[in-house]
């Protein structure tokens, strides 16, 4: 279950961003489930919807043997900006990004995590900019009990 602890870890800490806690936004929805944007009222923004996509493992074969994993995970985003919009973007990216280097072990169960790439989408929605920010978490545990 450590897979799903992380993700736990990464949804908490992605739910505490707020101007109060010394970030440029509040978070306005944390979620897992993988939802249409459009459906999304103004106070649901900013969002992050967190989806992992691939979990590789090195191999190991023999019981009692650790085995590394590296989880790969996308924050898909959205921001509402009505102007300055690369700003409002970058601001909320520097947000998640920060939020996310407060514990890279995950709460004690990753190794480490490790940012990889934005990926900003247009959008029939205006005023709403879209993107996917991949990263991964590896982690260790012992084989036949993950």
């Not at 923004?45 to 074969?61: A, H, L, M, N, T």
């Not at 650790?66 to 959205?78: A, D, E, F, R």
Request: charged fraction near 25%; hydrophobic fraction near 40%; charge should be negative.
């Amino acid at each position: 279950m450590i897979r799903d602890d992380i993700i736990k870890n990464i949804e908490t800490t992605l739910a505490g961003i707020s101007i109060a806690g010394g970030y440029n936004y509040d978070i306005g929805m944390v979620t897992r489930e993988s939802e249409d944007f459009e459906i999304f009222a103004i106070s649901d923004y900013p969002f992050v919807i967190i989806q992992w996509s691939r979990d590789e493992k090195e191999s190991e074969d023999a019981v009692g043997q650790h085995v590394m994993s590296t989880l790969s995970l996308t924050i898909q985003g959205g921001i509402y900006a009505s102007s300055l919009r690369e700003t409002v973007l970058n601001n909320f990216l520097e947000d998640i990004e920060k939020a996310l280097c407060v514990d890279g072990t995950r709460g004690g169960n990753a190794i480490y995590t490790e940012p990889e790439n934005i990926e900003i989408f247009d959008t029939p929605k205006e005023n709403v900019i879209i993107f996917n920010f991949q990263f991964s978490v590896v982690y260790q545990y012992v084989y036949g009990s993950p």
